[in-house]
Structure formats: structure tokens, C-alpha cells
């Protein structure tokens, strides 16, 4: 038999008890770090002092508390004292046999998280999108008679003045480029299912990553050797990898730095939609890079389109990623600290009539 105390310092999430007079009778481990406080510095202290909730919360509560029942709040700014707000779930539940305490668990969402904003985002990014798509096409013609108009005139002028004509086409080129990364989403069609080995994937991408954009870095694999096929189009999920890789790459600069590619296996994980339906996402693929991490002012938005935190970015490359992981019925998702940032992909195992394989 585990004891409480074990669980209770293992819970990876914050945790409180509160007593009846609404102090902080007890606070995990995870709760500490949430606080950033000690348990001692906390205990015995108005717990809506500590911690504030940006919803008006004390009736529910109160109700809760009198008739035994829990109580879940979703999607609320949850601060506390010393740092900013995050948006988290709560969940609260009476104490058992200790009638007014109540225990009180907070889960910041996750960051990033694809499947909690649903769809409107998705139909959103794709309006805006299909807008740029079309302004793609219309722009490249001029920008190629520009091009050529500045080339022509570099051939009669003197030194000088051919600082600007490069300047022209070189930041004609740069426009190109990003036009051409608009239209690729155009090109997009639907995958073209079929059974994946994923590490023959991740392979291709490092090599290829390797002898490009990504010389200065080191690419580690940490393969799970038993991880069954995955099921998608190897095409689409060469170009999420690349993009996962080429953007850890930029992040480490010319310094260089390491990239762990990790897979494993997690039969528990489902996608669970809001109509109740869902699968199983058990094939796991982490791209884990030793970088700055994600810039704070953009991180909850890195997926849509045009969202960079770089100078010269497009902000594409992982709206691109978002649509093709929601192609695949996937599910992506990216943590990041200072020295850590991992995008982890969840996808659909190939099913066994097609794969050849024995039942799951
Ligand atoms: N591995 C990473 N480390 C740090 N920041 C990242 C990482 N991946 C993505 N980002 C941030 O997310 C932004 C959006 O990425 P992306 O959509 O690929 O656009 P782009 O690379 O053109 O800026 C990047 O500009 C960068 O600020
Ligand atoms: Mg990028």
C-alpha cells in the first residue's frame, strides 16, 4: 500500500486543502512551485490571499462546501501573488471525513494545447490563409518584372547606386520565398493515408536536416525499437518534422545546439472531441531542443499563421504543422523552458488489417 503522503507529494499537479475558515491547511509539492512559496510560508494562511481567481467563484463554493459536492471551474486566470496570471482548470471536492475542508486542484492548461480552442481557431487561421493564398498569386507576377527590372538597371550604374538595385532583389527574393511558403498551403491536399514507419521518417528528416539548415546541431535518436507503424502520409509528416527540426535549429543560432528526437509508445492516450467521440493517439514523437524556448509574447499562439518571433520569419512553418497534424486526426503540443522546449506529436497507429499487424 502506497501511503497518502507518498501520492500527495507525487501529484503533478498544484494541490490545496483548505480548511473551513478557508485557510491553507496543507499544499503539495506542486502547489509550492505554483506559490513559489514553502509550504511553511503558506500553511495556516487565507488561501484566496494566496491565490487569485479571476471569476467570481465564493457562492459555487460555498455551495459546494455545504452540500458535500465538487466543483469545476474551467478556463480561469488563476494568479498568485508574484507572477502573472495563467489560465488554468480548477477542481474542487469536499475533504472526506473532514466535513468544510475542501480539496482544491489547479491545472494550468497546457501550453499551446491544439485541442482545447477547437475549431474556431483552425476555420479562423484557414479564412486568413485562404486570403493570403490568393494575394500569393496575384503578387509573385509584378515582383518577378521588378526582379528583372532591378537586374537590368545594375548593369549600367555605377557602384553605388547598385547597393540598392541587390536591395531590391535580394528583398524581392525574400517575398518570394514567403509567397511560395503561402502556397504550399494551397497545394495541401488531404494525406494520403497509409502505414508509417515513423523512424524512417525521422531519419530522412535528420539527414536532411544535417546537411542544411541544421550543420551546426546535434541530433540525437532515442528510439522506442518496438514502436508499431504509425498511420498518415509520410510526405506531410517528413514536412512537420523538418519544420519542428528547422525551427529548433534557428532557435539554437550558429552557436548549434542538440536536438533529441524521442518516440515511444502511450496506449492511454486518446483525443477526446466535445461531441464524445475520440481515438487513440498512441504513437509518440518528441522533438526536444536545448534553445532559448519559446518567446514568452507569443508562446500560447506559435500555431497560427503569422505568428513569428523573428525578425525575418513568416510564422508558417508551424501553422503548416497544425494543419497537417489536424489532417491526421493528430494532435500536437508544445512545452517550453529556457533550455527545454519540446513539441510533442500524437498520432493514430496504422490499423491492423492494413498493417499486417496483431490486434492492439
Ligand atoms: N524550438 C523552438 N524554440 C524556440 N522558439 C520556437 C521554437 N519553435 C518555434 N518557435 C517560435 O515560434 C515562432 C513561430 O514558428 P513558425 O511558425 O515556424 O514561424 P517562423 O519560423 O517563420 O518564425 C518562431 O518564430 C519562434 O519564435
Ligand atoms: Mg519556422
Not at 501529484?11 to 473551513?20: C, E, G
Not at 510560508?41 to 467570481?56: E, K, L, M, N
Not at 467563484?57 to 469545476?72: D, S, V, W, Y
Not at 522506442?224 to 523538418?242: E, N
Amino acid at each position: 500500500m502506497i501511503s497518502d503522503q507518498v501520492i500527495w507529494a507525487s501529484l503533478p499537479v498544484p494541490a490545496f486543502i483548505i480548511d473551513p475558515e478557508d485557510r491553507i491547511s496543507d499544499v503539495n509539492s506542486s502547489g509550492e512551485g505554483f506559490l513559489n512559496a514553502s509550504r511553511k510560508s503558506v500553511v495556516g494562511h487565507p488561501v484566496w490571499d494566496q491565490i487569485a481567481v479571476d471569476a467570481p467563484l465564493e457562492e459555487a463554493f460555498l455551495r459546494a462546501r455545504q452540500q458535500g459536492t465538487p466543483l469545476f471551474v474551467n478556463d480561469v486566470d488563476v494568479g498568485s501573488g508574484n507572477r502573472a496570471p495563467l489560465q488554468c482548470a480548477l477542481q474542487i471536492a469536499p475533504l472526506l471525513g473532514h466535513p468544510g475542508s475542501m480539496i482544491m486542484i489547479v491545472s494550468p492548461r497546457e501550453l499551446a494545447s491544439r485541442m482545447t480552442r477547437g475549431n474556431t481557431v483552425k476555420s479562423a487561421a484557414q479564412s486568413a490563409i485562404g486570403m493570403a493564398e490568393m494575394l500569393a498569386h496575384e503578387i509573385k507576377n509584378p515582383l518577378a518584372g521588378i526582379t528583372g527590372a532591378a537586374q537590368l538597371l545594375s548593369m549600367n550604374i555605377g557602384p553605388q547606386d547598385l547597393e540598392l538595385t541587390d536591395l531590391i532583389v535580394a528583398e524581392s527574393r525574400r517575398i518570394v520565398k514567403l509567397l511560395e511558403q503561402v502556397e504550399q498551403f494551397g497545394n495541401l491536399s488531404q494525406p494520403d493515408f497509409k502505414p508509417v514507419n515513423i523512424h524512417d521518417v525521422l531519419d530522412r528528416a535528420r539527414r536532411s536536416a544535417l546537411l542544411g539548415f541544421g550543420a551546426d546541431m546535434t541530433i540525437i535518436e532515442d528510439y522506442d525499437p518496438s514502436l508499431p507503424l504509425a498511420y498518415g502520409d509520410p510526405d506531410q509528416l517528413l514536412q512537420v518534422v523538418l519544420n519542428l527540426l528547422k525551427n529548433a535549429s534557428e532557435a539554437a543560432g550558429p552557436k548549434g545546439g542538440t536536438i533529441r528526437l524521442h518516440t515511444y509508445f502511450e496506449h492511454s492516450f486518446r483525443l477526446r472531441r466535445s461531441d464524445g467521440s475520440g481515438h487513440s493517439l498512441p504513437l509518440q514523437i518528441e522533438i526536444i531542443d536545448d534553445g532559448p524556448g519559446l518567446p514568452e509574447n507569443i508562446r500560447s499562439d506559435i500555431f497560427d499563421p503569422f505568428v513569428s518571433g523573428k525578425e525575418n520569419g513568416t510564422g508558417l512553418g508551424l501553422a503548416l504543422v497544425s494543419k497537417i497534424v489536424s489532417d491526421h486526426d493528430g494532435w500536437i503540443t508544445a512545452e517550453s523552458v529556457p533550455g527545454q522546449t519540446i513539441f510533442r506529436l500524437s498520432l493514430r497507429r496504422a490499423p491492423r488489417e492494413v498493417a499486417g499487424q496483431d490486434k492492439e
